[in-house]
């Protein structure tokens, strides 16, 4: 099928008009128009070659909003004509445990990148989202609510996913006090889906400019952490913290916020390690864990969720020759809250 897209054609270049061919439709494919594609900070590390050796060209891109436009001989999932999502993975083993489960994305072997990868065949690599089209077996693609915008709707495939994945593991309730660490495309998913499960949600952030922001989205306080000690008050308080920070910081602060079995769970991928004292988490049997995005149910889950409650990403939407300029923004912070690519404009 032949496709356009933007590319990286060597580790640290700058994105360029790319042709190329994505594989024929096959029995179980699915092909799309893509809308819009989102901008995710790993597309940056990955086209900057930040977290090992990658491929070029590569064409980035796992938040892909489109409309089926073709579909396999023995397809049943989706029509013609349907509005279609596709996150950060487009295959898996599918006999593992993990797979079974529906958790594709812990994958024994390894989840199939949307990009950077090669496909299940070990030779054909995988080209992503910034592009006019996409193929993908319909196991891994997922239903959008026609109410929700479709730009909105792309940054969820990844962002939105990632955020709400941890909320329904640590079974968030009405009433339970919720803390987001950073407002950014992270956090602010963080935030309103947080404040949807009826939760009392607290965010903190570096940057006193966000409040309003954050206060519209459905937070209840907003905190200013530059002066640690304003936090002193807040131990002790909550039963879940989502950490969407990827700087390095002083872990210890925000277990020590925790109540008892309370859990900080780690989603931004920090430079370095942290540093743990024990105490922090002896002192009211606190706990820090991890979280992934989410299985392709979840996925289905979680946009069925943000269509009953009407919940997009905040987006900026942009032209493909903007999205060069969009990385050096994204990497400065400086972005409300997710660039999203028009992709009629590649």
């Not at 950060?88 to 083993?93: E, L």
């Not at 592009?131 to 077996?137: A, E, H, T």
């Amino acid at each position: 099928m032949k496709s356009r897209g933007l590319a990286a054609l060597q580790a640290n270049a700058a994105l360029t008009t790319f042709d190329f061919n994505r594989r024929e439709l096959g029995e179980h494919d699915v092909n799309l128009d893509i809308a819009y594609s989102g901008i995710c900070h790993s597309d940056i590390h990955q086209v900057r070659q930040e977290w090992g050796p990658a491929i070029f060209p590569m064409v980035p891109g796992h938040e892909i909003a489109g409309t089926v436009t073709g579909i396999g001989s023995s397809v049943t999932k989706f029509a013609v004509g349907d509005l279609i999502g596709v996150g950060v993975y487009i295959d898996s083993c599918r006999t593992c445990e993990s797979c079974k489960q529906g958790l594709q994305q812990y994958c024994e072997s390894g989840m199939t990148g949307t990009y950077n990868s090669l496909e299940r065949d070990g030779k054909t690599v995988a080209y992503g989202g910034y592009s006019n089209n996409f193929v993908i077996n319909q196991d891994y693609a997922v239903h959008i609510p026609a109410n929700l915008s479709l730009a909105g709707v792309a940054p969820l495939l990844c962002a939105g996913i990632t955020l709400y994945s941890p909320l329904k593991k640590w079974g968030v309730k009405p009433g339970m006090k919720i803390g987001v660490m950073g407002l950014g495309g992270l956090g602010h998913m963080g935030v309103k889906f947080a404040h949807a499960m009826g939760a009392e949600v607290t965010v903190f952030s570096h940057s006193p400019d966000k409040a309003t922001d954050a206060l519209a989205m459905g937070a209840d306080h907003f905190v200013v952490t530059k002066d640690i000690s304003t936090l002193k008050p807040l131990y002790k308080t909550f039963d879940l913290i989502l950490n969407t920070v990827s700087a390095d910081l002083d872990i210890n602060i925000y277990l020590d916020m925790l109540k008892l079995d309370g859990t900080l769970v780690v989603i931004g991928l920090p430079g370095v390690p942290y540093s743990v004292n024990a105490d922090s988490l002896l002192n009211g049997r606190r706990r820090i864990a991890g979280s992934m995005i989410g299985g392709i149910p979840e996925l289905q889950e979680m946009l069925d969720f943000c269509g009953q409650h009407s919940i997009v990403s905040d987006v900026e939407i942009i032209s493909a020759d903007y999205a060069n300029t969009a990385y050096e923004r994204t990497v400065a912070s400086d972005v409300k809250y997710r660039f999203v690519i028009d992709a009629t404009s590649i």
